[in-house]
């Protein structure tokens, strides 16, 4: 069973715009973390921005927000005011526990294109 | 720059020959991770260690594939008898513990055999 769903291949968004890429979730541990990275063509991994399951608040980093719906089990990210350079592939992972320390379950992404 | 720092950043290797691949994390980072991106998917895990020590290899091909975490220099993933399938990204990230906190990545090491 997948345990992170980005059901979004591919968006676009208008510059300027706001933009929200989907991700829902499965686990039955009560202690996760969700991470959302961003993979531009260059290939490296950027961290975005992170939330944990007890984190009563949803995160917000800049332009980043992440919009955390326990009880839906999902955990979208919102880019605000969208930029050219926010054109890349998008992956939204999860930690489940404490005992795996950092081992991370990946969607399989979502392509951003932002349009001018 | 203090960031994870993967060498090669690229490399190209015949089938059946190795592959070594270099890892040192973030300064105070003492648990390491390896992911593997295969073209058009995304990252899976493979292995996570400790200063000399394998903590899971549960996502590590049985055959072929090893990593270490010396207690003196980089991480290392080393594949041996390479073949086509092994093509991919490999990313290597960093964490202070191996509780809930943020990991980093580095910029990967794109493998392609040929």
């Known amino acids: 069973a997948q345990k992170i769903t980005q059901t979004q291949p591919g968006m676009f968004v208008q510059e300027k715009e706001a933009v929200t890429l989907d991700c829902t979730y499965d686990?039955?541990?009560?202690?996760?973390?969700l991470f959302w990275y961003k993979q531009p063509s260059s290939g490296e991994m950027i961290f975005l921005i992170y939330?944990?399951?007890?984190?009563?608040q949803n995160a917000t980093e800049g332009r980043y927000s992440l919009n955390f719906q326990k009880a839906r089990k999902s955990a979208n990210l919102v880019i605000s005011a969208s930029q050219l350079g926010d054109s890349a592939m998008y992956f939204c992972?999860?930690?489940?526990?404490?005992?795996?320390?950092?081992?991370?379950?990946f969607g399989a992404g979502t392509i951003l294109r932002v349009k001018s | 720059n203090a960031g994870v720092m993967q060498n090669p950043r690229h490399l190209v290797r015949r089938r059946g020959q190795e592959a070594r691949l270099r890892c040192s994390p973030m300064?105070?980072?003492?648990?390491v991770y390896w992911y593997r991106q295969l073209p058009e998917e995304g990252l899976k895990f493979m292995v996570y260690?400790?200063?000399?020590?394998?903590?899971?290899e549960s996502g590590m091909p049985k055959e072929r594939f090893s990593a270490e975490f010396p207690k003196e220099g980089p991480s290392i993933l080393r594949i041996q008898q390479v073949v086509r399938g092994d093509s991919a990204a490999y990313f290597c990230?960093?964490?202070?513990?191996?509780?809930?906190?943020?990991?980093?990545f580095g910029e990967g090491s794109w493998l392609t055999v040929v």
């Open positions: 990230a960093s964490s202070t513990t191996g509780g809930l906190n943020t990991i980093y």
């Open positions: 686990t039955s541990d009560q202690s996760y973390g």
């Open positions: 939330q944990g399951s007890y984190d009563e």
């Open positions: 992972a999860m930690r489940e526990g404490y005992e795996y320390g950092n081992k991370l379950v």
């Open positions: 300064k105070g980072h003492s648990h």
């Open positions: 260690l400790q200063k000399e020590n394998i903590i899971d």
